[in-house]
Structure formats: C-alpha cells, structure tokens
C-alpha cells in the first residue's frame, strides 16, 4: 500500500515538473515571440523613415533637375546611361521620382527579346522566390500615366519607352506606372512608333543592352539567370548641374 502510495505521488510530482516547465518553456517563447515583435517594429520604422527621408531628398532633387537628365541605369552586365525627354515631362518627372526614390533598385529585367526589346521595372520581381506565384509584367506602383507621343521620337535602337496594357483594356494607351522598356532592334520596334511613349534615349551602352537581349530566356522571355537592376541613379553630370541649381550658381559664370 505504501509502495503504491509513494508511486502515485512520484508521478503527480512528475507531472508538476512537467507542467512547470512546460509553463516556463512557453513563458520563455512567448517572451521571445514579443521581443522579435518588437523588433521588427522597429526595424519597420527604421525603413519607413529611411524611405519617407529619401522621397523627400528625390523631391527636392527633381526641382533642380536640368531639362533632359541623364540616369544611370546599372546593372549586373554592365551600365546603361539614358538621357530622359523634357517634351515627354509626365514620364520624365515619374521616371526620375521612382529613380531617385529607390523604387528601381533590385528589380529585374524580367522580359528580354533578343532581336527586340529588354524590359523591366516590375516590383514583383523584387521577391524572386515569389517568381512561380507573381505574374512577372503586371506590377506597378498603383498608377497610370497619360499617353505622351511626340511624333520626333521614334523606337530607334536604345530608345527608352514605357510599357502598358494592351488596347482592349486601355484604349487610351496610358503607360506603366514603373515598366519601362529599351529598343534592341529599331526595325522590329518600328511597329510600336505613336503606341507607346518613347521618353528618352541611351546616350552611352548600347552594347549592355546587346549582352542583356542575349541572355538564355524561358519560352515566357525571363532570363534563366537573373539579370538585376542594382539601382538607376542620377549620372554625375546631371548631379552636378543640380547642385549648381540648387545653390543658385550660375554655370554660364563659371
């Protein structure tokens, strides 16, 4: 009897134990669970204020910007510096604000023709892993932009145009908010000429656009391996013109 007794109350002990430290073990969690919480609210913060500082610093800076500037368009195979339209002025200030802002910087050129076009700009690649969910082509930034055709600017080689949806559903051929495309080869773009709104030129990499329209591609156009944009920047010419703005100095004087 006394042996029962004693084994009974070894297991009740037992089982208090466990349950003790089952109640630590989840106390600790939960504690680790909150302190990651709070962390990550944190970090969020830190990135919200670093995004709000640098559209204020890209708002400022679009004010100086000389008439046509010239950004940076850098990648993993090379630079490609494009020189934006001052008569195309709606695309010309949104390029330049989603540039400056750092909207651009890891995306990819996720649709590449050899013997057309490279095209980029969709926030959807940002998050490659997310690749055979997200439908690569119909990101934005929630917006569309008007329609811009100048007749002088055609899809010559290096020409830089926006892309957008088909006809059917946007019958006023307005523009992606962020999709941009360059001209590979003129003379199968020429089609596009008074469809889509040319915005600007390459002034200097024509050969970067060769290497990127030469990668391997899917039958959907991606490149097999990722060709990124690292960041479109403002050239340093075009910088230089913006401080002088900026500070009121007058380059003819200089």
Do not use: W
């Not at 569309?144 to 088909?166: D, M, N, Q, S």
């Not at 390459?202 to 050969?207: A, N, S, Y």
Request: proline residues 4%.
């Amino acid at each position: 009897m006394k042996h029962s007794i004693i084994i009974t109350l070894s297991i009740a002990a037992i089982a208090l134990i466990a349950v003790g430290c089952n109640s630590r073990a989840k106390k600790t969690q939960q504690k680790a669970q909150e302190e990651a919480a709070i962390e990550q609210a944190r970090q969020d913060s830190i990135t919200q204020a670093q995004k709000v500082q640098k559209e204020k610093e890209a708002m400022a800076t679009l004010q100086n910007l000389p008439d046509e500037p010239i950004f940076d368009i850098v990648t993993d195979l090379g630079t490609i510096k494009v020189r934006l339209y001052s008569k195309t002025a709606k695309h010309r200030e949104n390029f330049a604000k989603l540039a400056l802002s750092g909207y651009y910087d890891g995306l990819l050129f996720h649709r590449v023709i050899n013997g057309f076009m490279i095209q980029g700009g969709d926030p959807f690649t940002r998050d490659t892993s997310a690749a055979a969910v997200a439908k690569y082509g119909q990101g934005g930034p929630g917006y569309t932009i008007p329609a811009e055709f100048v007749p002088e600017y055609k899809h010559k080689k290096g020409a830089l145009a926006a892309a957008r949806r088909g006809d059917a559903a946007n019958p006023k051929k307005e523009s992606s908010g962020s999709q941009f495309y360059i001209v590979q080869d003129p003379q199968a773009c020429a089609q596009l000429d008074g469809d889509y709104t040319v915005f600007g030129e390459t002034v200097e990499g024509l050969d970067v656009i060769d290497r990127i329209a030469q990668v391997a591609t899917d039958k959907k156009d991606r490149p097999l391996h990722d060709v990124v944009i690292k960041q479109i920047k403002l050239d340093e010419k075009s910088t230089s013109k913006v401080e002088e703005k900026s500070s009121g100095e007058n380059p003819k004087n200089n």
